[in-house]
């Protein structure tokens, strides 16, 4: 499996998210880390059309995977990512995406694919911190206590354990976030935990 992770949106360089997927350019776009309570429905719907729009102006193929259509429905999500070439997860609460990844056991398919060179994994923000060993460090800036699933009350710690660091985007960057981002770093340093930071237009491509 190919990643490509990016701070915010889809970053300064398409072309190399592009030049990771096979003939296959089908993305299954996948929104469920707005989920979070509170969101504003119109502004969710918003962000999740400029994101899709984004990657068609790049030279994707998208369509819209809610998870949430996916829960205990595994066999069926397999089928599904089966006819794609690669994901592309939108930002938002990290514990969020943890949870409906988990409901839906895309985190056990993923583990599936890790040998699979034809599968891009991609996207920004939470997209790549849900891959850390462990989520603790970003409480400082999601709520951990958000449970909008029915079906998960409680919170899940740990991350896919995909990369052996903390993935910290909007670093010194224009963004809200950026300030707490500071105190995450703090809290990686003070608990000897490895990170690596990215600001906002840089992504990590493995």
Not at 101 to 111: K, V, W
Not at 167 to 180: Q, R
Request: aromatic share 12%; charged share 25%.
């Amino acid at each position: 499996m190919k990643f490509y992770l990016s701070s915010y949106k889809i970053g300064n360089q398409p072309e190399k998210l592009l030049a990771l997927f096979s003939d296959n350019k089908k993305v299954g776009y996948i929104p469920n880390a707005l989920d979070f309570t509170g969101a504003d429905p119109q502004r969710r719907k918003r962000h999740i059309k400029t994101d899709i729009q984004s990657l068609i102006d790049n030279g994707f193929q998208v369509e819209l995977l809610d998870l949430k259509e996916y829960f205990n429905k595994k066999n069926n999500l397999r089928e599904k990512l089966q006819s794609l070439g690669g994901v592309f997860i939108s930002g938002g609460n990290v514990f969020v995406l943890r949870q409906a990844m988990r409901l839906c056991d895309f985190d056990t398919i993923l583990e599936e694919y890790k040998n699979r060179e034809d599968f891009v994994y991609a996207g920004y923000s939470a997209a790549g911190c849900v891959l850390s060993p462990s989520l603790k460090a970003y409480a400082i800036v999601d709520d951990a206590t958000d449970h909008p699933y029915a079906e998960q009350s409680e919170t899940i710690w740990e991350g896919l354990n995909m990369i052996d660091y903390v993935f910290l985007p909007h670093f010194d960057s224009n963004h809200p976030e950026s300030e707490d981002v500071a105190k995450e770093i703090q809290y990686c340093i003070q608990n000897g935990i490895p990170y690596k930071t990215l600001k906002d237009g840089e992504a990590i491509i493995i």
